[in-house]
């Protein structure tokens, strides 16, 4: 696939997004957006493609949202702003929800600054790796705006509420070493190895079975706002579906053909 302000590359069943708009340090325009949901549902769709690596070209990983998108809505019509607005939100809650409901592995490789939109755009992923030279502002207060990226839904989950109270209401940059003590970058790593090193995460993190991974990654999303009885009757029907998976039989079938003397493992 060919994209003018993404790129999508795919290595050894991982993909890796980069976005390409060095010259505005990666800002998610409307357009690169449309490229951006095209490129997760294709990631998302492609069986073969078994983790997803989320990068930015350049010095940064993502300025947040286009500022000069934010000037054409300001000047559109008074009767329209609001409406256009709306319709600007569900491209962006589109796009951050493929993110986060990817059935199958995500790390961010945050290489610069991460801001507002861009900030939210790497929790939405499953892990965080972080070079040397990165940065996290929830800098949408400046803008007189409200984190619109599922910031207020991820930063909470990942820092606490008072924290996240703390970063949203100040809008305050956090540097990669404060960033890893609170608990939004998961590992940090040298920026001449940053991608490397996500891929080759990614690619530990999807070894198992695809299946089991998807619908219990669908299951530890919900896990804060289900009950414990929800929680077991999901995964009661999740494991019903890999009891008949090829997956399940295959490894049930090697385990079997094992010589004597390997032990055994529950599950």
């Not at 890796?16 to 690169?32: F, G, Q, V």
């Not at 589109?94 to 900030?119: D, E, F, R």
Request: with cysteine; charged share 20%.
């Amino acid at each position: 696939m060919t994209y003018s302000l993404i790129n999508l590359q795919v290595d050894a069943s991982v993909a890796t997004l980069t976005l390409d708009r060095p010259e505005k340090r990666n800002a998610i325009s409307d357009a690169m957006r449309t490229e951006l949901i095209d490129a997760l549902e294709h990631v998302a769709a492609d069986r073969s493609i078994r983790a997803l690596v989320l990068t930015g070209a350049g010095k940064g990983f993502c300025a947040g949202g286009d500022i000069a998108g934010m000037e054409q809505r300001m000047n559109a019509p008074t009767g329209e702003i609001g409406f256009n607005g709306w319709h600007r939100q569900q491209r962006v809650h589109h796009a951050q929800a493929l993110l986060h409901t990817m059935p199958k592995p995500t790390i961010a490789a945050v290489n610069g600054a991460a801001s507002g939109l861009g900030a939210d755009t790497a929790l939405a992923c499953d892990f965080i790796i972080a070079s040397e030279w990165a940065n996290f502002s929830w800098s949408y207060i400046h803008r007189g705006i409200v984190p619109d990226g599922g910031g207020m839904y991820f930063l909470p989950r990942r820092v606490g509420l008072p924290m996240a109270k703390s970063l949203i209401f100040s809008g305050r940059k956090i540097g990669v070493d404060e960033a890893a003590k609170l608990g939004i970058v998961d590992r940090t790593t040298s920026a001449e190895t940053l991608v490397a090193d996500a891929r080759a995460w990614a690619a530990e993190m999807s070894q198992g079975s695809a299946t089991a991974l998807a619908l219990t990654k669908t299951i530890l999303n919900q896990t804060f706002e289900l009950s414990a009885d929800q929680v077991f009757a999901q995964g009661s029907q999740a494991q019903g579906i890999c009891y008949t998976s090829s997956e399940h039989r295959e490894a049930v079938e090697r385990f079997l053909g094992r010589g004597a003397g390997t032990t055994k493992e529950q599950s």
